[in-house]
């Protein structure tokens, strides 16, 4: 067997392209057979640790984390993964790639991104042309400014964002809709979700951290708008009050 039918295989299990014949095939899952796809996620994932000038042994075990790699294939992969991070150019037609291809599987595309982000933060902080790699990443999957803000926002823990961008509304949203996209996300990024497609602990992890953010986002925001209704029902009364009084005058 090949190295990228193997990997493919590897990937299959961690996305979940592997199901029984009695399971329907997880949707965030690539396409059966599609090598280019575990080609282009190795070929990412060692320009992303390039991304900084420097790679480290930490970001190819990260990798390796989110696909475990038999012990007989790590050689193999070792030399693809050195190969791959000798450059950081043409990081982008492998982005594209993958990002025209999966248009309509954007959590696969998430899925991908997470991985890049382990890789990035596996030897401490993203560094700025970390983020500037990741985020131009995500332009070619597909996603708005708004939405990497959204995805990024667990591996920046001390960056304070916009709670209404973490749960990816706008000012006008009305309280209904606030509380459907916050189900949407927590469906979405749950860690059942991802135990039950047979995700490897780092996916899970950082399913428990985007929870985390998104819940403290959707808490943020019902607090201040709870806040903002009593100060306008106040306001309210006392300009009802102040007109009785002159009416009365």
Same mark, same amino acid.
């Given at each position: 067997?090949?190295?990228?039918?193997?990997?493919?295989?590897?990937?299959?299990?961690?996305?979940?392209?592997?199901?029984?014949?009695?399971?329907?095939?997880?949707?965030?899952?690539?396409?059966?057979?599609?090598?280019?796809?575990?080609?282009?996620?190795?070929?990412?994932?060692?320009?992303?640790?390039?991304?900084?000038g420097r790679s480290t042994l930490d970001e190819a075990a990260a990798f390796r984390a989110a696909f475990p790699i038999?012990?007989?294939? =790590?050689?193999?992969?070792?030399?693809?993964? %050195?190969? @791959? +991070? #000798?450059?950081?150019?043409?990081?982008?037609?492998?982005?594209?790639r993958i990002g025209r291809r999966y248009v309509v599987k954007p959590c696969l595309l998430e899925d991908v991104l997470?991985?890049?982000?382990?890789?990035?933060?596996?030897?401490?902080?993203?560094?700025?042309?970390?983020?500037?790699?990741?985020?131009?990443?995500?332009?070619?999957?597909?996603?708005?400014?708004?939405?990497?803000?959204?995805?990024?926002?667990?591996?920046?823990?001390?960056?304070?964002?916009?709670?209404?961008?973490?749960?990816?509304?706008?000012?006008?949203?009305?309280?209904?809709?606030?509380?459907?996209?916050?189900?949407?996300?927590?469906?979405?990024?749950?860690?059942?979700?991802?135990?039950? =497609?047979?995700?490897?602990?780092?996916?899970? %992890?950082? @399913? +428990? #951290?985007?929870?985390?953010?998104?819940?403290?986002?959707?808490?943020?925001?019902?607090?201040?708008?709870?806040?903002?209704?009593?100060?306008?029902?106040?306001?309210?009364?006392?300009?009802?009050?102040?007109?009785?009084?002159?009416?009365?005058?």
């Amino acid at each position: 067997m090949s190295i990228w039918k193997r990997l493919l295989a590897l990937a299959g299990s961690a996305f979940g392209l592997l199901a029984h014949d009695d399971q329907p095939i997880d949707p965030c899952s690539p396409d059966p057979g599609d090598m280019d796809f575990a080609a282009a996620v190795v070929a990412l994932a060692a320009k992303m640790a390039r991304a900084d000038g420097r790679s480290t042994l930490d970001e190819a075990a990260a990798f390796r984390a989110a696909f475990p790699i038999a012990p007989d294939d =790590r050689p193999m992969f070792d030399r693809l993964f %050195k190969l @791959a +991070q #000798e450059t950081v150019h043409g990081f982008e037609g492998y982005a594209r790639r993958i990002g025209r291809r999966y248009v309509v599987k954007p959590c696969l595309l998430e899925d991908v991104l997470d991985v890049l982000f382990s890789v990035a933060v596996a030897d401490g902080a993203i560094t700025e042309s970390e983020e500037t790699f990741l985020a131009r990443v995500s332009e070619l999957f597909g996603f708005t400014e708004t939405e990497f803000a959204r995805l990024s926002a667990p591996y920046f823990p001390d960056r304070p964002l916009d709670p209404y961008t973490l749960i990816g509304v706008d000012l006008s949203a009305s309280d209904e809709d606030i509380r459907r996209a916050w189900t949407r996300l927590m469906s979405d990024n749950h860690p059942d979700t991802f135990i039950a =497609r047979g995700a490897p602990a780092e996916f899970v %992890k950082a @399913a +428990q #951290e985007k929870t985390a953010t998104i819940n403290a986002a959707y808490e943020a925001l019902k607090k201040s708008r709870a806040s903002k209704s009593r100060t306008q029902k106040r306001a309210m009364g006392q300009s009802i009050h102040r007109k009785a009084q002159h009416n009365s005058d």
